[in-house]
Structure formats: structure tokens, C-alpha cells
Nanobody, 122 residues
Framework: QVQLVESGGGLVQPGGSLRLSCAAS????????IGWFRQAPGKEREGVLC????????YYADSVEGRFTISRDNAKNMVYLQMNSLKPEDTAVYYC???????????????WGQGTQVTVSS
């Protein structure tokens, strides 16, 4: 069955970096877009970034442009979220999600990981 497992979260100081990983299984990653989302305490879940099957990135959150990037390694069934210049407001649980198709043009995500906590604090 489809499974997405996030890892790489943790505690980091403001200005620091983290790379989150999303391990995909149960489907052929090559054919699908993958998105990263986050949910901070007391807030609704928000989209962060999405990567299409052709490696095109779509930013969902203006606040991360220039700081976060998304990449994929289909051979390893992995998707990554590189987060630089982290701010306290980036603190959240981060989730990866399987899109229903190849592009990020719609917001239909059909399967979600369990999330990984990112805390940005001094």
C-alpha cells in the first residue's frame, strides 16, 4: 500500500538549516507530484512546496520562497525539503503528501505521511 514516511525534523536555531526527507513506497514515484505541508500549533495546515513528476517546483507559501527548496530522487524513492535561514515562525509539523497526478496544478493530495516536527528556537 501507499506509504510516506517523513524524517529529518528536529530542533534548530534561527538562521539554521534542516533537510527533511520523505520516503515513498507502494507506488511508482516517477509518475506523481509530491507536496510538503506544515501545521503549526493552533493553525490550519498550509501548503509549502510541491514538485511535479518533471521536477518543476511550485511554491504554495510566499514566506518560504528563497529559503526552501524541494527536490526528488526517483531512483531512491525519496523527496527532500531543504530548509535554510529558518525562522521561529517555521516551527510546525511537516508532512509530505502524494498528489493524485503528475503536476501541482490542483490541490488534490491522496495520501499523507505521519509528519515530522521542526522547532526553530534559540
Amino acid at each position: 500500500q501507499v506509504q510516506l514516511v517523513e524524517s529529518g525534523g528536529g530542533l534548530v536555531q534561527p538562521g539554521g538549516s534542516l533537510r527533511l526527507s520523505c520516503a515513498a513506497s507502494g507506488f511508482t514515484l516517477d509518475y506523481y507530484a509530491i507536496g510538503w505541508f506544515r501545521q503549526a500549533p493552533g493553525k490550519e495546515r498550509e501548503g509549502v512546496l510541491c514538485i511535479s513528476s518533471s521536477d518543476s517546483s511550485t511554491y504554495y507559501a510566499d514566506s518560504v520562497e528563497g529559503r526552501f527548496t524541494i527536490s526528488r530522487d526517483n531512483a531512491k524513492n525519496m523527496v527532500y525539503l531543504q530548509m535554510n535561514s529558518l525562522k521561529p515562525e517555521d516551527t510546525a509539523v511537516y508532512y509530505c503528501a502524494l498528489h493524485q497526478g503528475r503536476t501541482c496544478l490542483s490541490d488534490v493530495f491522496v495520501s499523507w505521511g505521519q509528519g515530522t516536527q521542526v522547532t526553530v528556537s534559540s
